[in-house]
C-alpha cells in the first residue's frame, strides 16, 4: 500500500463525511487536518494488517457518512463544524467500530478499531 | 454551500505542515504534504454538495485526484500556498462541482466516471473564464490584489507575461 493510496482513501472517506454533514454547516479546516492526521495512521495499520480497502469500501465510507452526521450533530448550534464536533464524533464512530470488530473477532477489546 | 472564513491554521501538533499564509512560492517536495491535506479538504467541500444524493464510483473520485491535484499544486507553485486565504473562494467552487456531477449522473445512485469528467470540464471553463475576468478588471495580475482575484487552483490558468 503505497502513501499515495492512503491519500485517495483519505479522500474517499471524507468525500463520504461531507455527504454526512450536508450544506447545513461549514467544516474548520483544523478539524479537517484532524480527521487527516487521525485516519491516515488507522487506515495505514489495518492495511498493514492484511484489510483491503477494495473489499471493505463500502462499509467504510458508510462509516465516513455516519461520522459526518455525527459530526454535524455535535456542532449543535455552533456556525461551522469545528475540532471539538470532529473529536465527538470521531469517539462515537470508533466506539462503533470497536464494537463491531470485537463482534466479528477481529479486535481484542484493548485493540483500536 | 457554506464557507467559514474563520478558520485557523491546523495545530503545530499536526502531521501536516501547517498551511502558510504566507505568499512565498514553495518548491514541490515541501508543497506536497499542504496539497494533500487541501485535497481532502476540497472532497469533504464536494461531499457537503452532493449530500446523500449519490455516491462516489471509486474511479470518479481517482479521476477527480488525479486531475486536479496536479493543477492545484501547480497553482500552490505560482503563487505560494494560499489555502487559508483562498479556501472559501475554492470550496464554493467545490459546491459547484458537487451540484453538475449530480446533474451529469442524471438521477443515477452513483457519480460514475463520465459524470465527474464532465463537471471537471464546466469547473475549468468557469476556472479560466474567471481568473481571465479578474486579469482584465484588476489589470496587473502580479499584485498582490489581483493575486487574490486568481481562480486558478481549478485550470492552471496561465497569466499573460
Request: net charge neutral.
Given at each position: 500500500m503505497s502513501v499515495d493510496q492512503i491519500d485517495v482513501m483519505l479522500n474517499d472517506c471524507l468525500l463520504a463525511a461531507g455527504q454526512g454533514i450536508g450544506t447545513e454547516k461549514p467544516v474548520d479546516f483544523d478539524a479537517v487536518v484532524w480527521w487527516r492526521d487521525r485516519y491516515r495512521g488507522f487506515f495505514m495499520r489495518a492495511l498493514g494488517r492484511g484489510n483491503s480497502y477494495e473489499a471493505d469500501r463500502r462499509r467504510v465510507t458508510a462509516v465516513g457518512r455516519y461520522l459526518g452526521q455525527r459530526a454535524l450533530h455535535h456542532a449543535a448550534n455552533a456556525a461551522s463544524v469545528d475540532l471539538n464536533a470532529a473529536r465527538l464524533a470521531s469517539h462515537d464512530v470508533e466506539t462503533?467500530?470497536?464494537?463491531?470488530a470485537e463482534r466479528e473477532g477481529v479486535a481484542s477489546a484493548a485493540q483500536p478499531a | 454551500m457554506h464557507t467559514d472564513t474563520t478558520r485557523q491554521a491546523p495545530p503545530a501538533t499536526s502531521a501536516v505542515p501547517p498551511v502558510q499564509t504566507g505568499h512565498t512560492p514553495r518548491t514541490s517536495p515541501a508543497l506536497e504534504p499542504a496539497v494533500d491535506a487541501?485535497?481532502?479538504d476540497v472532497f469533504l467541500s464536494i461531499g457537503q454538495a452532493v449530500g446523500l444524493r449519490a455516491s462516489f464510483d471509486y474511479e470518479a473520485v481517482l479521476w477527480v485526484r488525479n486531475h486536479f491535484r496536479p493543477k492545484f499544486l501547480n497553482a500552490m507553485?505560482?503563487?505560494?500556498?494560499?489555502?487559508?486565504e483562498d479556501r472559501s473562494r475554492v470550496t464554493a467552487v467545490c459546491a459547484m462541482f458537487g451540484e453538475r456531477a449530480v446533474r451529469y449522473a442524471n438521477g443515477a445512485d452513483v457519480i460514475d466516471v463520465e459524470a465527474v469528467r464532465q463537471a471537471g470540464a464546466d469547473v475549468e471553463r468557469y476556472c479560466q473564464l474567471h481568473a481571465a475576468r479578474s486579469n482584465g478588471s484588476r489589470g496587473r495580475i502580479n499584485s498582490d490584489a489581483a493575486t487574490g482575484m486568481i481562480a486558478g487552483y481549478w485550470c492552471i490558468w496561465e497569466p499573460a507575461p
Open positions: 462503533g467500530c470497536q464494537m463491531n | 487541501i485535497f481532502d507553485r505560482h503563487f505560494g500556498d494560499r489555502w487559508l
